[in-house]
């Protein structure tokens, strides 16, 4: 991400050699590593099934963050996005989810364009996001954190099954059903915000540095359950600082 005040500087662009194809665009800031999967000809791309990124270029206000940003997460996979603190990892998450403004550039999902600056949609499509910091309800219990996530929803049948679901990968959210989010640690917390995502039913899920500030054992047990959904059939895009725990579970990076 660029700084405020700072001049332009000229941005760049890296291809790495097949079987996989990263496309870099940097400026004079840390650099960003874009999730991508092996590009094999025109009816691969034509008969793509998931997330296409291509040329996205996005802004804070006047400030561009993201030059250029080309990437692809195919269904059924886990892709895992990696950089430093400033290196737009946040705000690609936020781009696709319609948080920040992009200028140009298209991203699509199993071939619908994604609506611009209309989050709910995106979650109607059936992309949710975890966010960096949790963003819990403080003062809701577990129960009704998890409820929030399935708001848009009416399937009863559903809705229960899944709370079931949640409460097999997190046994301590069940145990601790009606605790309130405020009083959980950290590692709980990242768990309740993992499980509330699920309650959406999503087919890609957005996690933004899953183990931040986390202890490894708690980051080995996330990481551990991440497998576990991607099983059960759930694509995962994650943005990480730590390379130990994504490359854990990556597929590409």
């Known amino acids: 991400e660029a700084f405020e005040g700072e001049p332009e500087p000229e941005r760049e662009t890296v291809s790495v050699a097949e079987p996989m194809k990263l496309e870099v665009s940097s400026a004079d800031t840390p650099s960003l590593q874009q999730a991508a999967v092996p590009l094999q000809g025109k009816e691969e791309v034509d008969g793509f099934r998931g997330l296409k990124v291509q040329g996205v270029n996005a802004f804070y206000g006047k400030l561009q963050v993201l030059y250029d940003l080309s990437l692809r997460v195919p269904h059924g996979g886990i892709i895992a996005l990696l950089g430093g603190n400033g290196s737009g990892k946040s705000t690609t998450i936020n781009a696709i989810s319609g948080l920040v403004d992009v200028k140009s550039g298209t991203m699509e999902y199993n071939g ?16 949710v996001q975890v966010p960096q910091h949790r963003e819990v309800f403080p003062y809701l219990n577990v129960k009704e954190n998890l409820a929030m996530g399935a708001y848009r929803r009416r399937d009863r049948k559903g809705i229960e099954e899944d709370y079931q679901r949640v409460y097999s990968y997190f046994p301590r959210l069940k145990e601790r059903r009606k605790q309130l989010a405020a009083s959980m ?44 959904i991607n099983k059960h059939g759930t694509t995962l895009f994650i943005v990480e600082q730590n390379v130990d725990a994504a490359l854990s579970v990556a597929r590409y990076v």
């Open 112 to 127: 619908s364009h994604l609506p611009r600056k209309h989050p709910h949609k995106i979650v109607r499509m059936g992309i």
């Open 185 to 228: 640690s950290g590692g709980e917390q990242q768990m309740l915000a993992i499980g509330r995502a699920l309650m959406s039913n999503p087919d890609l899920l957005l996690l933004d540095e899953p183990s931040a500030s986390l202890a490894p054992t708690l980051v080995e047990e996330i990481f551990e359950k991440l497998l576990e």
